[in-house]
């Protein structure tokens, strides 16, 4: 499931400080990243069930490279997946009304968190 029109998708912003506002937001960044690539994850647990859900924000590199200091990134549309042990994560079926309000506050979390510093142009 995508998150579409969030106005987190097109976002520019330096991989430092693009670390901290994630960590901030509660966001982490897994294992899925490469010199090009990077996902951040937020992780649902759901107890009674056992099921576990990931709200992504993936981002690719315009400018140097992931966890380069000159690093810029742009952020992607984000998307919700729920796992299935030991087979892996499903993005396209129906998922838990909560898991969804949850995922856009979320989103909205971030995206005020990310309005309150300024886009970065990379230099042409």
Same mark, same amino acid.
């Given at each position: ?17 693009? =670390? ?46 992931? =966890? ?35 995922? =856009? ?9 990310? =309005? ?9």
């Amino acid at each position: 499931m995508q998150f579409n029109l969030t106005g987190i998708e097109g976002r520019v912003v330096p991989f430092r400080l693009l =670390e901290d506002i994630m960590a901030k937001v509660g966001f982490i960044r897994g294992g899925a990243w490469d010199y090009e690539r990077v996902t951040y994850d937020f992780k649902f647990e759901k107890k009674q069930t056992g099921d576990v859900y990931y709200l992504r924000v993936p981002g690719v590199a315009v400018k140097g490279e992931i =966890e380069g200091s000159n690093c810029i990134v742009k952020l992607g549309v984000p998307y919700l997946g729920h796992h299935y042990y030991p087979h892996g994560v499903e993005y396209d079926e129906v998922f838990p009304d909560d898991i969804v309000e949850t995922s =856009e506050e979320r989103l909205k979390v971030l995206k005020e968190t990310l =309005e309150e510093i300024k886009d970065y142009v990379p230099e042409t």
